[in-house]
């Protein structure tokens, strides 16, 4: 007999099923009550939702109880032998103990002797029907009570012979009156209407039937068993990959190494993965025609029409749908998105049924189904992948359809653009004529693999095309195009200046037959590269001017956007933010008039875009333009416009305060990054990631990540300028203000800071003044002032208020200064703004201390608090608030709030009111006073309580405990 003893997989993996545990367990309490009652539990599933796992937890439980245990794991193997499943169960019983049949009537003993050929002492005995079966079984059940219950659980009974099924049905609607339980799990669609059609109740009257449809696990389950096991990547992705299904989520964690976003897939895609044993036995357990079928289907791919696969199955019509009747109640495959399509319920299913297909088979299926998609008209991308897959090695018809179809989907599906243009090179011929052919497809192969940022394969790929017989071609298009690419590959590398050598001299030969399209193309490309340049931006404006020209007069509304998003970052850099808010909106406004067709091959539009909502401090725009930028770029596989949106998007986290956010994201772009060899791209991510770890205090990180060699490597481009930034804020906050002073004044070129882009200079304007008043110098309040100048000119409302604390902070004020500011950035409502009112509430506490008024810096505190939660209470504010207050509370007096004691009556209602937030007006109302005696009553509480403000009264009577004292008409 068959043990399920303990479940396959972990006790864990039974997240989830705390109802279908607790209805066992009152099942198994109901066999030992007063009157014991017995019943029939009925567990339906799908394939891998863990009916055999909760079978195993069944068996568990019923042990512990001492309960009599018999369980039984049906095969096909048995199938053939009418009650195999019964006798499985019950022979040994039968055979240890003879009372069992002894003084039973002849009917009833031939009725068993007919079940189980052990009892047939006599010679064979007919196989009795199912209900004469039924009864017999009911008074063997009888029997084997006797001293104690009896559990009995039967897996996939879908599998079981017709005579097993009928008898079970029988035992369904006529349980043994006895403490007996019967668990039969099975698969709905395989099983049929016999199950489905027994009567069923809540499972509460006596010897009933209960339906348990085992569903997917959801989000919440998924991720308590996940979590502490798999990294974030794995575990976010789990629910839509797996479905819920807990043995599609085994197989996708099965290689997750748990460090954060590990770069490991799921088997069923990596190419050369063997599928495993469990899932490869199940094949064999299907019919000869559905296996076919489901090989035809595996060729053909999920979406696949009952004529294609009846064709590639090369099967009888009715013989191919017999065998998808087999697949579907198998539940391998479901209904498709098309009417009369078929597609394979996971993907892990149709990759394990393709692998395990011979290989002869699949070369002629793939050639036949090219062929009759050919003849339908499908689409070239339709067929492409059966023409790679099936195809002679040289053929130039097979190349030049996989070249087709390359462009075609070049810009949606950079992957399978790649695969294809390698499979079509494959087979051209080694000939003049195939090296003619070969030309235009490498430089497309480039385009692709620069997608990718495999600046490496690139190369490799330009070179092979420039060793070609006859490279030095008069086309002046196709010199356009290599130029570009190479132009991209060096800013990639992080070589701003090479790309525009090599633009400029592109531009001089660039082909003028085409409209101009071309021309405008590297005029834009030209553009972004002098958004890169370091230095007083003398170039990248007129650049943007002539790409901007360029882009009109080519009639292309994406160039157009696209020239109008870099001008709008570059204008921004030199100082005219009217001239960037034009073209922001202007590019907005035709970017709403695109396509998603048109979109869909230009990620890098709606990251410039983003990025220069970013800068301009719209962050509701931006971050509607980087996600789209995100969305767009993923299935795309633009590699660079993914790295740039993550980054966008970590530093509109940064701003507003949503540093665990920020930081994922930018650990997203660094991974990515990581797998490239671009140094540009490594750079970006890691001075983002240096500044969430700036934001987290995490010092040693930030010099760190800033100190690396791909930053080092695009020295003086924006992104090192921006490290030095960040390095330079790092050493002052680490106590070396004047290591912060002399990277700031390298960095900008000196005092006036001409190498940095405006919308840096504020911040490297504002280090000078607080490492120059941490070093005791005259200077600070002038940098101080100029950060707030060049903050204004750009209307930048974030960066005026942080240049403003900062000039609040060295100009050494009194605290009403810094209260000030607080509650006017506070009104303004932006979370940057806030979080800078916040710190602004914190300097006003800490010099409120310095002079002794501890009410005042409490009050001060209570209003930071107030802030943080508007701003979601992020945990680095939120500790930074309460290590303050820790800090007062060691100040505070500890009379401070005694001093309410001495108000009177009257004074002490009033006082309530003030920190519930009413006005003299409400008060007076409220009390029946005039408005004049409650003035007067709060010129006393003022001089009682030695404070002079509405909120030190609230703050106050807060800390004592006295705002929920009843006033009349009010209740508290």
């Not at 498709?336 to 002869?360: D, E, I």
């Not at 990180?701 to 960040?726: C, M």
């Not at 070129?749 to 070093?775: I, K, N, T, W, Y």
């Amino acid at each position: 007999m068959f043990d399920l003893g303990q479940p396959r997989s972990a006790p864990s993996s039974l997240a989830g099923r705390c109802r279908e545990l607790q209805l066992f367990t009152a099942r198994l309490d109901a066999l030992t009550a007063v009157e014991p009652v017995g019943g029939v539990l009925l567990v339906a599933g799908a394939r891998g939702l863990g009916r055999t796992a909760l079978l195993g937890a069944y068996a568990e439980l019923a042990r512990d109880r001492g309960h009599r245990l018999r369980s039984v794991a049906i095969s096909v193997r048995g199938a053939h032998r009418p009650y195999a499943p019964v006798v499985e169960a019950f022979e040994d019983d039968l055979a240890d103990r003879p009372e069992l049949t002894a003084g039973l009537d002849p009917v009833t003993r031939r009725t068993l002797a007919g079940v189980f050929p052990r009892l047939a002492t006599d010679g064979p005995v007919a196989v009795p029907a199912p209900y004469d079966a039924a009864s017999a079984l009911r008074t063997l059940c009888g029997r084997l009570t006797a001293d104690r219950p009896l559990v009995l659980l039967f897996d996939d009974v879908q599998r079981a012979d017709p005579a097993t099924v009928a008898l079970l049905h029988e035992l369904l609607r006529r349980p043994p009156r006895a403490p007996v339980l019967t668990v039969l799990t099975y698969h709905r669609r395989r099983s049929g209407a016999p199950f489905g059609a027994v009567p069923t109740t809540s499972g509460t009257a006596p010897t009933s039937v209960t339906h348990v449809e085992l569903a997917p696990l959801g989000p919440d389950d998924v991720a308590a068993l996940g979590r502490g096991r798999v990294c974030g990547r794995h575990l976010r992705s789990a629910p839509a990959l797996s479905g819920g299904n807990p043995a599609l989520l085994r197989e996708y964690w099965r290689n997750c190494t748990g460090e954060p976003y590990c770069p490991v897939v799921p088997w069923w895609s990596q190419p050369d993965a063997v599928p495993p044993a469990e899932f490869c036995a199940e094949l064999e357990t299907l019919t000869p025609g559905a296996r076919s079928v489901a090989r035809a289907a595996a060729v053909l791919g999920n979406d696949a029409d009952v004529e294609l696969v009846t064709a590639l199955s090369r099967l009888a019509s009715a013989d191919a749908l017999t065998g998808l009747d087999e697949l579907v109640d198998a539940g391998f495959l479901e209904a498709g998105r098309g009417v009369g399509t078929f597609r394979f319920v996971h993907p892990a299913l149709l990759a394990a049924v393709y692998r395990s297909t011979p290989q002869g088979w699949l070369l002629a299926a793939h050639e036949l189904a090219a062929d009759l998609l050919r003849h339908r008209g499908a689409p070239v991308q339709a067929y492409a992948d059966h023409v790679e897959r099936g195809a002679s090695v040289a053929s130039v018809a097979a190349a030049e359809v996989l070249i087709a179809a390359a462009r075609a989907v070049a810009g949606t599906d950079n992957d399978r653009a790649l695969r294809w243009y390698v499979a079509a090179e494959r087979m051209l011929p080694a000939d003049p004529e195939g090296d003619r052919r070969r030309r235009p497809l490498l430089t497309a192969l480039a385009r692709c693999q620069l997608r990718a940022a495999d600046l490496a394969a690139v190369r490799s790929v330009l070179d092979r095309r420039d060793a070609l017989a006859g490279t030095t071609t008069t086309d002046r298009v196709e010199q356009a195009r290599v130029a570009g690419i190479r132009a991209d590959l060096a800013m990639l590398a992080g070589s701003p200046l090479e790309a525009q050598d090599l633009l400029i001299r592109a531009l001089r030969t660039a082909p003028a037959h085409d409209g101009g399209a071309h021309s405008a193309r590297l005029r834009v490309a030209l553009s972004v590269a002098g958004a890169f340049e370091a230095g007083p931006l003398e170039n990248a404006p007129p650049w943007c001017e002539d790409a901007i020209v360029a882009a009109v007069g080519s009639g292309s509304r994406v160039l157009q956007a696209q020239a109008l998003a870099v001008n709008a970052v570059v204008r921004l850099a030199a100082r005219v933010p009217g001239a960037a808010v034009r073209s922001a909106d202007e590019c907005g406004q035709l970017v709403g008039r695109l396509s998603a067709d048109e979109l869909a091959g230009r990620p890098a539009l709606l990251g410039w875009l983003g990025w220069a909502d970013l800068l301009l401090e719209r962050p509701a725009s931006a971050h509607d333009r980087l996600n789209r930028c995100l969305l767009v770029a993923g299935p795309s596989g633009d590699v660079p416009a993914q790295v740039a949106a993550l980054c966008g998007l970590a530093l509109l986290a940064v701003r507003e305060s949503r540093l665990d956010d920020a930081a994922g994201l930018a650990a997203r772009a660094l991974a990515l990054a990581d797998r490239t060899d671009s140094t540009l791209l490594a750079a970006m991510a890691a001075v983002v990631r240096a500044e969430v770890a700036l934001e987290r205090d995490e010092l040693d990180q930030a010099l760190e990540l800033t100190g690396t060699s791909p930053v080092d490597a695009v020295v003086n481009s924006a992104w090192w300028h921006r490290a030095q930034l960040v390095r330079a804020e790092a050493q002052l906050r680490a106590g070396d203000a004047d290591a912060c002073r002399l990277l700031v004044l390298e960095s900008g070129g000196g005092e006036d800071l001409v190498r940095l882009p405006a919308f840096e200079q504020a911040r490297a304007f504002g280090l000078l003044a607080r490492a120059g008043a941490a070093l005791g110098q005259d200077a600070a309040p002038i940098w101080a002032k100029r950060a707030c100048v060049v903050a204004t000119e750009l209307g930048l409302p974030e960066q005026i208020a942080l240049a403003q604390l900062v000039l609040v902070e060295v100009n050494g004020s009194h605290a009403e200064e810094p209260h000030l500011l607080a509650r006017r950035l506070g009104a303004q409502g932006g979370a940057g703004c806030r979080a800078t009112a916040v710190r602004a509430c914190l300097l006003a506490a800490r010099r409120y201390l310095g002079v002794g008024s501890t009410s005042a810096a409490d009050a001060e505190l209570h209003h930071a608090a107030d802030l943080v939660a508007r701003l979601g209470s992020p945990a680095h504010l939120v500790a930074a608030v309460e290590s303050a207050r820790a800090e007062v509370a060691v100040e505070m007096p500890p009379t401070a709030a005694g001093h309410l004691g001495l108000l009177s009556p009257r004074e002490s209602e009033i006082a309530c009111l003030v920190a519930r937030g009413l006005t003299n007006r409400q008060i007076a109302r409220l009390l029946t006073l005039s408005p004049k005696t409650v003035e007067t009553h709060l010129g006393r509480i003022f001089v009682k309580l030695a404070v002079s403000s509405r909120a030190e009264i609230a703050h106050l009577v807060g800390r004592a405990g006295a705002v929920t004292h009843d006033v009349p008409g009010r209740t508290a």
